[in-house]
C-alpha cells in the first residue's frame, strides 16, 4: 500500500479539514485574538490533522501489507479470512464479505463436485453395462468365423477401446482417487498392450521389434496401460508402406525412458506443438483418418497425473518417436534383467 495512493483517496477529506481550519481562522480573526494565539490553534489543528492521516495510513498499511503476505503464502486462498484479524471497521467488513463469498464458492465447489462425482458413478456403469453386449458379440464372431464377422469383431474392438477413452477422460478428472502408485515391470505392461492389438499388427502385417523392457518403474499399471495404448493405436492408424513400430526402454541416471518409435507417415511441424491439446485433430486427423483429437490429450494428462513427462518428435513422412520418462529413485534399484541400457537414437 503507498502513501501516494492513499493520500489521492483522502483528497475530499483533506480539502473538507482544510476548509474547517480557514472557518476556525475566520472566526478566530473575528474575536481579534492575538495572532500568536491563533497561529498557535492553526498550527496544533496541522498537526492533529497529520497525526490523525500517518496513523490511519500506518494502521490500513499494515494489515493490508500483512494480507498480501499471507494470501502469497498460503496454498488454498480461501482460507485467507481466518489467518488475519483487523482492528478497523474497513478491514472487518472486508474480512466477513471475504467469508461470505468464501462458503458460497465452497457450497458451489461442493455442489458441482457432487454431479462430477455422479457422472463419473454413470459412466462407469454404463461401460460396465455396453462391455456385456460388446462381449457377445465378439464370442458370437469367434464361434463363427468368417470375413464379415472377423470385420464386425474389428469394429467391436474399437469400440471397446473408445468406450475405455470415454471411462479414463471421466476418472482424469479425480485421478488421485483411483491411480496406485507401485512397482511395475515395462515389459508387462507392453506385452498386454500388444496383446490386446495383435489383430490390428496381424492385419496390417506391423513388423514389432521389443528389446530393453526389463526396466522397473514406479507407476499405475492399469492406466500406463491405457497411456501406452493410446500410443500403439496412434502408430497402427498412422502407418505407411512397410510399417514397423519398435518399442524399448532406456535407463539414465535420474530417469527411465520408454520409447515408442513408428516409420508411419508422420506429423506436420506446424502441427506438432499442439497435438497434446485437447480436441486438436491436425492435417492428417482432418484428412482421412478420423482422430478425435483426444488420445494424446489423455496421454499427456494422465501423465502428468502420474509423475511422468512425455515427449514427442516427428519427422513429416518418417515417422514418429514418443517417449515416456519415468523419474528413478536409483539406478540399480530399476534394473531387472542384464540387457543393454545405453542410450539409444
Not at 50 to 70: A, G, N, R, T
Request: aromatic letters at 10%; charged letters at 25%; proline letters at 2%.
Amino acid at each position: 500500500m503507498k502513501f501516494s495512493d492513499y493520500l489521492k483517496e483522502k483528497v475530499p477529506l483533506i480539502c473538507a479539514y482544510l476548509s474547517v481550519m480557514i472557518l476556525i481562522f475566520i472566526i478566530l480573526m473575528a474575536f481579534n485574538l492575538y495572532y500568536t494565539g491563533i497561529i498557535l490553534v492553526m498550527f496544533l489543528m496541522v498537526v492533529l490533522g497529520l497525526i490523525l492521516l500517518f496513523c490511519k495510513f500506518y494502521q490500513k498499511k499494515l494489515f493490508y501489507d500483512e494480507l498480501y503476505i499471507i494470501i502469497n503464502s498460503l496454498d488454498n486462498k480461501l482460507l485467507i479470512h481466518e489467518t488475519t484479524k483487523a482492528n478497523f471497521l474497513e478491514g472487518k467488513i472486508l474480512l466477513d464479505i471475504l467469508r461470505i463469498t468464501n462458503k458460497y464458492k465452497i457450497e458451489e465447489v461442493n455442489k458441482y463436485k457432487f454431479l462430477q462425482e455422479e457422472f463419473e458413478e454413470f459412466m462407469e456403469l454404463w461401460v460396465h453395462e455396453i462391455k456385456t453386449p460388446l462381449s457377445a458379440i465378439n464370442l458370437i464372431c469367434e464361434n463363427n468365423k468368417n470375413n464379415i464377422t472377423g470385420s464386425i469383431s474389428e469394429e467391436a474392438i474399437k469400440i471397446d477401446g473408445l468406450i475405455e477413452m470415454i471411462l479414463f477422460y471421466a476418472r482424469s478428472q479425480m485421478v488421485e482417487k483411483d491411480y496406485l502408485i507401485k512397482n511395475s515391470k515395462l515389459s508387462e505392461i507392453v506385452n498386454k498392450v500388444i496383446v490386446k492389438n495383435k489383430n490390428s499388427f496381424l492385419e496390417k502385417k506391423i513388423k514389432l521389434d521389443m528389446h530393453d523392457l526389463d526396466i522397473l518403474v514406479k507407476t499405475d499399471s492399469k492406466w500406463m496401460e491405457f497411456i501406452i495404448n493410446q500410443i500403439i493405436v496412434n502408430s497402427i492408424k498412422y502407418t505407411s508402406d512397410n510399417p514397423c513400430i519398435e518399442i524399448y526402454g532406456i535407463i539414465n541416471k535420474e530417469n527411465a525412458c520408454l520409447v515408442i518409435k513408428d516409420n508411419g507417415i508422420g506429423i506436420s511441424p506446424k502441427d506438432l506443438p499442439r497435438v497434446f491439446d485437447k480436441g486438436f485433430t491436425g492435417e492428417n486427423g482432418r484428412s482421412k483418418y478420423n482422430s478425435t483429437g483426444m488420445g494424446l490429450y489423455l496421454v499427456k494428462k494422465l501423465c502428468l497425473a502420474l509423475g511422468n513427462d512425455v515427449l514427442i518428435d516427428s519427422t513429416l513422412g518418417k515417422g514418429t518417436i514418443l517417449k515416456i520418462i519415468f523419474p528413478l529413485g536409483s539406478f540399480t534399484d530399476n534394473m531387472i534383467g542384464d540387457g543393454d541400457y545405453g542410450i539409444k537414437s
